[in-house]
């Protein structure tokens, strides 16, 4: 885990992980959101739909952002405030992701930022795009 201080961050200050999102995951959605709709269920209806296979929830890939700033930017002494998500693609179990996160804007009245972030699966394609608030709370 990282552990930026407010006094660290710079606009422009970047961070990354990559992950893959796997079946469990999708059970594990589905136990906690009770989500239940075909397309994230059955492959057959997700076809019919023109999808390429079942469709991994959007809010499973976006708890990628907290992890994001929770865990790499800034980290330890984050503060979630909030999100605003855009979905551009859908994401397939077995897919291979890359969240990125960059410092775009800083409050220091308040002690928080702004931080520009993006999901790509291994073709590069942007699945999603947000900008997350969060405060740090290092004192």
Known sequence: M???KFSDIKVGLSESFEVRVVPSMMDRFLEISNDVNSLHQDSHYA???GFSGRVVYGLLTSSFY?????????????ILQGISIQFTKPVYIHDFLKVY???SYINEAYKC??????IT???GEK???ATIKVGIIDE
Request: with cysteine; net charge positive; glycine share 8%.
């Open 47 to 49: 076809k019919e739909k």
């Open 127 to 129: 699945v999603s795009k």
């Open 2 to 4: 990282k552990k930026y």
């Open 113 to 118: 930022v702004d931080i520009k972030s993006t």
């Open 101 to 103: 996160g960059e410092v």
């Open 121 to 123: 699966n291994l073709k």
């Open 66 to 78: 907290s992890t994001l700033v929770g865990v790499y930017l800034p980290g330890k002494y984050c």
